[in-house]
């Protein structure tokens, strides 16, 4: 047992409070510590240098492939909370492509993931989304609905996003609330 684990092993949470919904976005950093920073801080974190130009190819690749097998044997690529048909969901993206498994262990998510959940953590989803101008976006929706309300100020659940391209109004990007 180490100093961040608990007499059951387990890893400790760290985050004591709610972050702070008032707060500004933050910086992009390469700065793993600031990201969780900011994480701590405003809820959200933007971490650059993580997918080097042939990781990034290969990674649009893999989606748009994987969004095409989808397409060829009728699977269904719809979000229940999506508005119009101009997002396209790819689930199961870890069974898609090994680089995805390779992004699950990247050294800094688990750093971060670790940092505010604790270990050991349960990968609850791996999915694409492939959105684009015009896109009607979607519901607002919290992504822990998997925990009953009300929610406790500790972190049940933590997202990290892959940007695959910038997230831009212009594009169809995912909002942040």
């Known amino acids: 047992m180490n100093e961040n684990q608990n007499e059951r092993g387990e890893g400790e949470r760290r985050v004591s409070r709610a972050p702070n919904a008032e707060a500004a976005l933050p910086a992009v950093t390469t700065d793993v510590g600031q990201a969780i920073h900011d994480v701590l801080e405003t809820g959200c974190a933007m971490l650059a240098g993580?997918?080097?130009?042939?990781?990034?190819?290969?990674?649009?690749?893999?989606?748009?492939?994987?969004?095409?097998?989808?397409?060829?044997?009728?699977?269904?690529?719809?979000?229940?909370?999506?508005?119009?048909?101009?997002?396209?969901?790819?689930?199961?993206?870890?069974?898609?492509?090994?680089?995805?498994?390779?992004?699950?262990?990247?050294?800094?998510?688990?750093e971060i993931l670790q940092a505010l959940l604790g270990?050991?953590?349960?990968?609850?989803?791996?999915?694409?989304?492939?959105?684009?101008?015009?896109a009607e976006g979607g519901a607002l929706h919290a992504d822990q609905l998997f925990v009953p309300e009300p929610w406790p100020a500790e972190p049940q659940g933590l997202n990290l996003a892959w940007c695959l391209d910038d997230f831009t109004a212009e594009n169809g990007g995912t909002r942040l609330v």
């Not at 997002?87 to 998510?109: C, I």
């Not at 270990?119 to 015009?134: C, R, V």
Request: aromatic letters at 6%.
């Open 50 to 110: 993580r997918l080097d130009g042939k990781r990034l190819t290969r990674a649009r690749d893999a989606v748009h492939r994987a969004a095409a097998e989808d397409l060829a044997v009728g699977r269904s690529r719809d979000f229940a909370l999506d508005y119009g048909t101009g997002n396209v969901r790819v689930w199961n993206v870890l069974a898609r492509d090994p680089l995805f498994a390779e992004l699950v262990q990247d050294a800094a998510a688990l």
């Open 119 to 134: 270990w050991p953590a349960l990968l609850g989803n791996l999915s694409a989304n492939i959105t684009g101008p015009g």
